[in-house]
C-alpha cells in the first residue's frame, strides 16, 4: 500500500468522522458556549469533539496500518494507550472543568501526574528521549517533553485554524525526515496524523465549526514529543535541535509566554491575549486570515532551520 494513500484514507476518516461528531455535539449540546470569556472570540456554540474524532481515526488507522505493514508491537500500542491518558484530561477539561472551573493548582498537578504516567507507558514500551543513554535522565527528559508540548499546542489553539495549521506544518517536516532516514514508523504515524488533522481544518478554519478542545490540543503535543523523541540518538545534539525547530511556533511561543508569566508571578495557567498570534491580531490589527498566514510562514521557516539542522549538520 502506498504512503499517499494511507494518507488520503486518513484524510477521508477524518471528514467523515469530523463531520458526524459535529452533528452529535450540537444535538446532544456538547459544546463550548459564546461571549462568556474574553478569550472566547466565536460568536456561536461550537463542539469540542473534534480532537475525538482526530484521537479515533489516528489510533484505528495506527493499529490497521503499522499491522498490514508488519511493525505492529507493543511500542505502538504504548503510544495509544499514553496518547489516550492525555487526551482524557484534556476530555475531562472540555466537559467538566470549563463548564464548572477547577483551581489553577488542580489542574496543573493532574497535568504532571497524567503526563508522568504517559512518559512511563511509552518509556516501558521503548520511547524516550536517547540524547543521554541512562534511565533516569531519559525519564526526566521523555516527561518534560510530555508536559511542555502538550501545553504549547493547547497554548495555540486560541483562533481558529491556528493549532491545527502549524501542527500539519511540523508534520510535513517530520514526513520529510522519516523518508530522509528510512523511518517507517513515524512516516506512517506522520501520514496518518497529517491527513486527520487537515480533515479537521476543513471545519476549524475560519469561522471555525467545530473545535479540537483541550482533548485535540494535548493528544497532538503529545505526538509531536513522541516524533522528537524516536528521532533523538545518543549524544547527537543535532537529533535534538532538529525536532525542536520542526515542532516550531507553539514550542518557542510557549516557553517565552511561561516564562514571562512567571517573571510576572502569575499562574501560567490563566489564559490571557499575549501570545505571538495575538500580538498580531489585537496589537497590530492584522486579520484572522493575515494572521494565520504569517504564523502559517514563521512555521515553514522553523521548519526549513529543523530539517536543515537533522540533515546537514
Do not use: C
Not at 71 to 85: R, S
Not at 262 to 283: A, E, N, P, T, V
Amino acid at each position: 500500500m502506498s504512503d499517499f494513500l494511507i494518507f488520503i484514507i486518513s484524510f477521508l476518516f477524518s471528514l467523515l468522522l469530523i463531520f458526524l461528531l459535529g452533528k452529535i455535539g450540537i444535538k446532544y449540546r456538547l459544546y463550548d458556549e459564546s461571549g462568556k470569556d474574553t478569550l472566547k472570540i466565536h460568536k456561536k456554540p461550537t463542539t469540542y469533539l473534534g480532537g475525538l474524532a482526530i484521537f479515533l481515526v489516528f489510533s484505528i488507522l495506527v493499529l490497521i496500518f503499522s499491522y498490514l505493514k508488519e511493525f505492529l508491537d507493543w511500542k505502538i500500542g504504548g503510544i495509544i494507550l499514553a496518547g489516550f491518558l492525555v487526551f482524557l484530561l484534556g476530555f475531562w477539561d472540555d466537559y467538566k472543568w470549563k463548564k464548572f472551573g477547577v483551581k489553577s493548582i488542580f489542574k496543573f498537578l493532574f497535568l504532571l501526574s497524567f503526563s508522568f504516567f504517559a512518559a512511563v507507558i511509552i518509556l516501558n514500551n521503548g520511547v524516550k528521549i536517547q540524547f543521554f543513554p541512562l534511565i533516569i535522565i531519559e525519564g526526566i527528559l521523555t516527561f518534560i517533553y510530555i508536559f511542555i508540548l502538550i501545553n504549547a499546542v493547547n497554548y495555540q489553539d486560541g483562533i481558529d485554524g491556528l493549532a491545527g495549521g502549524l501542527v500539519a506544518i511540523s508534520l510535513t517536516g517530520f514526513i520529510i525526515s522519516s523518508v530522509i532516514f528510512g523511518n517507517n514508523l513515524t512516516l506512517v504515524i506522520s501520514l496518518i496524523l497529517m491527513g486527520a488533522v487537515l480533515g479537521f481544518l476543513v471545519f476549524n478554519f475560519p469561522p471555525a465549526k467545530i473545535f479540537m478542545g483541550d482533548s485535540g490540543a494535548y493528544f497532538l503535543g503529545f505526538i509531536l514529543a513522541v516524533l522528537a523523541m524516536i528521532f533523538s540518538k545518543p549524544y547527537n545534539i543535532s537529533s535534538i535541535l532538529g525536532p525542536i525547530f520542526i515542532i516550531g511556533l507553539p514550542l518557542f511561543d510557549g516557553v517565552f509566554i511561561n516564562v514571562r508569566r512567571l517573571f510576572q508571578k502569575k499562574s501560567i495557567f490563566l489564559g490571557d491575549r499575549k501570545h505571538f498570534y495575538d500580538r498580531l491580531l489585537f496589537q497590530k490589527g492584522f486579520s484572522l486570515k493575515k494572521t494565520l498566514l504569517i504564523s502559517y510562514l514563521i512555521q515553514v521557516i522553523f521548519i526549513g532551520i529543523g530539517l536543515f539542522i537533522s540533515v546537514i549538520i
